[in-house]
């Protein structure tokens, strides 16, 4: 069964929200981590600076602005990422097959930047024109180690014609479970 969504996420940066006493505008300075070109693609309109990270299942791993040039987003591992999420199906206790006591039962629960422990496979990774990012993703479950979901995602990161403070995502997720899946 395919089940096909979408969604579009606004992402407003606001100076006076963020904003750090002192802090100086200009370019951010990327870590050397996350530098390398082949694994981070960035847009930046002079305005805000968003970057999708190929070895995090291309997610969001970079937001900052020009009131504020430093990293919003904390990256430390796959669940403080800026990313698509869902949930469906029956709260399973698999501790049998790996699942954390603490997390169990849960549902089934495909996450754009990974499991526990393990980041999720990326497919397509590019720049689609000047001031886009795409992305495909197979998932990982979010609760089990190392477990790719049945699902595909698909996400375009860019801005807001006009808003030169919004960042627009818009994300498509195709569901590929088994009919007889819980």
Known sequence: MKLLA???????AQPALAA???A????????PALARAEDLLVVDN???????DRAKGASITWL???????NIVNSADPGRLIQQS???GHRLDRT?????KAWSPWTWNPIQGGGVGSWARVTEFKRV???TLFGETVPKLWDMPNEEAAALMRQWTGFEPAMPDVVVVRCEFIAQRAPDDR
């Open 6 to 12: 979408g969604a579009v996420l606004l992402l407003c």
């Open 46 to 52: 002079g305005c805000v600076k968003v970057g999708i």
């Open 24 to 31: 100086k505008a200009g370019t951010p300075k990327i870590p």
């Open 20 to 22: 750090e006493r002192g």
């Open 86 to 88: 869902y949930y469906a």
């Open 96 to 100: 049998a097959d790996g699942q954390h």
């Open 64 to 70: 900052s602005w020009a009131a504020y040039p430093k």
């Open 129 to 131: 024109g000047e001031h």
